[in-house]
């Protein structure tokens, strides 16, 4: 079993649309990152927390610590969001950063 | 200010050959990260650097090593290429402190294909 899990694996919206991305990990964090991966390859920083929410434009972060589990939340999604989102988590023993899978996000006008 | 750069950006080698990869940090930023991604693993962290020191490392065998310069500038090298080693390798910097703790700036990756 990986020890971050994301979910979906693949999403599909139209425009406009509530988006929601899920992220449960198994291990103790320090930190958790939200990162945004266009077709090409570049990755973007969205998001680093540790606790309670984070909100940047459109895109909203949460994360519980009790529950082992964070979203990522997109508000009236638009296809220029269409992506691939990738949860990590800062391991506290390993001082190392854990990927997930990723969620490939797809939306439509 | 110009952002992480990474040469070359697209690299084709042969098994058993070596290669190194060049990464230069946003003007200020001490923390360099190195990682790999692949399709069937994903994304995975290679090593950090900070200060011209190795603040921690993944789990890849010692054919993969790298450097940090006192301009912050960094490489990593692969020796003894394998097929397993085509990947995207993305170099990342950050401000101060640790990778983990820290906001990272990624650079646009090299291509590594080995035949």
């Known amino acids: 079993k990986n020890e971050v899990e994301q979910s979906p694996q693949n999403l599909t919206a139209q425009e406009e649309e509530f988006i929601t991305i899920n992220c449960s990990y198994s291990?103790?964090?320090?930190?958790l990152h939200w990162l945004q991966q266009h077709p090409g390859g570049g990755i973007v920083s969205l998001f680093m927390?540790?606790?309670g929410k984070k909100k940047h434009g459109r895109l909203i972060a949460t994360i519980n610590i009790q529950e082992k589990h964070s979203s990522l939340h997109i508000t009236a999604s638009h296809p220029r969001d269409s992506a691939v989102y990738i949860c990590?988590?800062?391991?506290?023993?390993?001082?190392?950063?854990?990927f997930g899978t990723g969620t490939r996000l797809q939306v439509f006008p | 200010k110009a952002g992480v750069t990474q040469t070359p950006r697209y690299l084709i080698k042969t098994r058993g050959q070596q290669v190194t990869l060049s990464c230069s940090p946003i003007?200020?930023?001490?923390?360099v990260s190195w990682y790999q991604q692949t399709p069937g693993q994903g994304l995975q962290f290679l090593f950090e650097?900070?200060?011209?020191?190795?603040?921690n490392k993944g789990n890849f065998p010692g054919r993969f090593s790298g450097r940090q310069f006192s301009n912050s500038r960094s490489e990593m090298n692969v020796s003894t290429l394998e097929l397993g080693d085509s990947a995207l390798y993305l170099c990342?910097?950050?401000?101060?402190?640790?990778?983990?703790?820290?906001?990272?700036?990624f650079g646009p990756g090299t291509r590594l294909t080995v035949l």
């Open positions: 291990v103790g964090i320090s930190a």
């Open positions: 650097y900070f200060s011209e020191t190795q603040r």
């Open positions: 990342a910097s950050s401000k101060t402190g640790t990778a983990t703790y820290n906001e990272q700036f």
């Open positions: 990590a988590v800062a391991a506290s023993n390993t001082d190392k950063l854990i």
């Open positions: 003007s200020g930023h001490r923390s």
């Open positions: 927390l540790s606790s």
